[in-house]
């Protein structure tokens, strides 16, 4: 692979690259393009303009190189040259070729690079708003790319990006997530950016003030293995020998080498290339590229029928088309029942459920999921519900909820089929969140068939930090079985043993020991369906730590969901 050639090329030395670069520019033979493109890309690190512009010539007469696959790599190269150079306004225009070419080529590892270029350049110029928009896309991107380096690169910049920002804990996270990566990649120790992650993350942890951690990323960084005469390591070796130093109290060192790193830099500057205002004159091709991306969505929904009433909705041959329509237009979204923390007082957290909003109209999911949960259009929508989830546990937490939890409903199928564990990952990382915060509810359903695939998937989500619920506990035959063979770690309690508890001696009976039972085995209770003021009292008293019903929250949409947690913190 093209992309992997030339992660192993810039590990070269400048000693290997001169002597790699003379065999090539006096061999009579004619080099692949895969050859030329992994020297361009070197040549542009190592800024050596005779060179660059000799391959660049030989290039552009070798054929195939029309092709978008190989316009990406050809405009990434050149525009690694003008960053390296400092010239930020030439770096920009080039990426944004890289980037078209690569949706041109519908390739998505080249779409999630080019995506992270974008993040790459905007980071430079200061505009972190856009950086991390495309880095975001860059990261979801990566669902469809099943290549280590591309997530371990992917994941190294957007540790970057946080890092710039100083959200030391969430890169350090994200960082810690790129070095998992590199690990499964055969020969990581002699790739550059796994060695400069390692500096980093010694920053971070300097920040951090966990200087255990720091030494041992520092001391990894500078093994004797490594070779760090390459430019890449440099600048960052420098930048970090200079922390130590200071640490050390031998402040005119550090002084010396963050001079020479200054004096470094200035010699290959380009007056003013990196001036913010000169950039954003330039910046009328990106909008260009967003409007493609509005016309062509507008274009997709266009294509679509006209909605038809909801007494038809349940047409088993269109209902997947049509919620592609409604994923596409933005009508899939979450309602949130809070659920009540007896012990804490408060809000303990919130049951994402998914709704369909037409026109107005909400169309509960008794209406449709059943009718595509065993299709690929579930894990659709339930991607975007857990996106939404997220999306509002982080606006929970940043009120200050520092513990509040969402709750997500899985299928048997999704957890057959979708790599749930590292989807959700992603998006905790995405949104700063973790394992704590996420539950996922699962039904007796998921173990009938005694699939190897849903165990597996529910140990890869609590090896997350994820707890597994038990949902409508005791309206099957083999919940009690579920608890004891999987990794389950709450129960949810179903509103048909809760309905008459208030009234029926055998309920109340039948309740109590089922408390008893999943208190002895040290799992949490969720109590559903509670609606009156004496099932409450009684849940208490048989010591039913967490209850969800319309006697404390209905299901409502995002907005009105933060209203009433900021109201309940105004009554603490």
Same mark, same amino acid.
């Given at each position: ?29 004619? @080099? ?18 005779? =060179? ?5 010539? /030989? ?38 070729? =890289? ?31 856009? =950086? ?33 920002m100083n959200s030391f804990k969430h890169s350090r996270r994200v960082y810690e997530t790129s070095l998992s990566y590199f690990k499964q990649v055969e020969g990581y120790e002699k790739l550059i950016n796994y060695r400069i992650i390692l500096l980093n993350l010694y920053e971070i942890c300097e920040n951090l003030q966990d200087y255990e951690s720091a030494v041992k990323y520092y001391l990894s960084a500078h093994d004797q293995k490594f070779d760090t005469r390459n ?25 010396? /080498? ?35 991306? #509005? ?25 997947? #088309?049509?919620?592609? #329509? ?58 975007? /519900? ?35 564990? #590292? ?17 996922? @509810? ?87 369906? /509670? ?42």
């Amino acid at each position: 692979m093209l992309y992997e050639k030339i992660e192993t090329a810039k590990s070269l030395t400048l000693a290997e690259y001169q002597d790699l670069l003379k065999l090539h520019l006096t061999s009579e033979t004619t @080099e692949s393009l895969d050859e030329l493109v992994c020297l361009f890309v070197v040549s542009a690190i190592y800024t050596d303009k005779d =060179a660059f512009d000799k391959i660049n010539q /030989v290039i552009q007469t070798k054929m195939g190189i029309e092709l978008p696959e190989n316009q990406f790599y050809y405009y990434m190269c050149i525009g690694l040259y003008h960053y390296h150079t400092y010239n930020y306004i030439e770096t920009l225009e080039s990426y944004i070729k =890289a980037f078209e070419a690569a949706h041109q080529s519908n390739n998505q590892l080249l779409i999630t690079e080019g995506n992270r270029l974008m993040a790459l350049i905007y980071r430079k110029i200061g505009d972190f708003e856009q =950086a991390r928009y495309y880095i975001e896309r860059s990261i979801r991107a990566l669902e469809n790319v099943s290549v280590p380096l591309v997530n371990a690169r992917v994941y190294g910049t957007y540790g970057l990006i946080l890092l710039e920002m100083n959200s030391f804990k969430h890169s350090r996270r994200v960082y810690e997530t790129s070095l998992s990566y590199f690990k499964q990649v055969e020969g990581y120790e002699k790739l550059i950016n796994y060695r400069i992650i390692l500096l980093n993350l010694y920053e971070i942890c300097e920040n951090l003030q966990d200087y255990e951690s720091a030494v041992k990323y520092y001391l990894s960084a500078h093994d004797q293995k490594f070779d760090t005469r390459n430019v890449l390591l440099n600048e960052k070796f420098l930048f970090s020998n200079s922390m130590v130093l200071k640490k050390q109290g031998k402040y005119l060192e550090a002084l010396e /080498v963050l001079e020479s790193l200054y004096d470094k830099q200035k010699v290959v500057r380009v007056p003013g290339s990196h001036n913010k205002t000169d950039i954003k004159m330039h910046l009328g091709q990106i909008e260009t590229l967003k409007s493609r991306n #509005e016309t062509l969505i507008k274009r997709l929904t266009e294509m679509y029928e006209t909605f038809n009433p909801v007494d038809n909705i349940v047409n088993h041959y269109d209902l997947e #088309e049509k919620l592609g #329509e409604a994923l596409i237009k933005g009508e899939i979204k979450p309602y949130f029942q809070l659920l009540w923390s007896v012990d804490k007082q408060c809000y303990y957290g919130a049951e994402a459920l998914i709704r369909w909003i037409k026109d107005d109209i909400v169309i509960p999911p008794g209406q449709f999921i059943a009718d595509v949960e065993n299709t690929d259009m579930i894990i659709k929508l339930s991607e975007k /519900v857990i996106h939404d989830a997220f999306d509002a546990c982080r606006a929970a937490i940043e009120i200050g909820y520092s513990d509040f939890i969402v709750s997500i409903n899985i299928t048997p199928y999704q957890l057959c089929h979708q790599n749930l564990a #590292e989807f959700i990952n992603r998006e905790m990382i995405l949104h700063n969140i973790e394992g704590r915060h996420v539950e996922i @509810e699962i039904t007796e359903r998921s173990f009938i068939e005694q699939n190897p695939k849903i165990l597996e998937a529910l140990y890869q989500l609590r090896d997350i930090g994820i707890k597994i619920a038990l949902d409508d506990f005791g309206t099957g035959y083999s919940s009690l079985s579920c608890v004891n063979d999987f990794p389950i770690g709450m129960i949810k309690i179903d509103r048909t043993l809760i309905n008459n508890i208030s009234n029926d001696e055998k309920s109340y009976k039948l309740l109590n020991g089922i408390i008893g039972m999943m208190q002895a085995l040290d799992l949490e209770i969720v109590a559903e369906g /509670v609606e009156t003021i004496e099932q409450v009292e009684l849940l208490e008293l048989l010591g039913c730590n967490i209850i969800q019903g319309y006697y404390y929250s209905k299901p409502e949409p995002v907005f009105s969901m933060l209203e009433s947690l900021k109201l309940n913190q105004k009554d603490q």
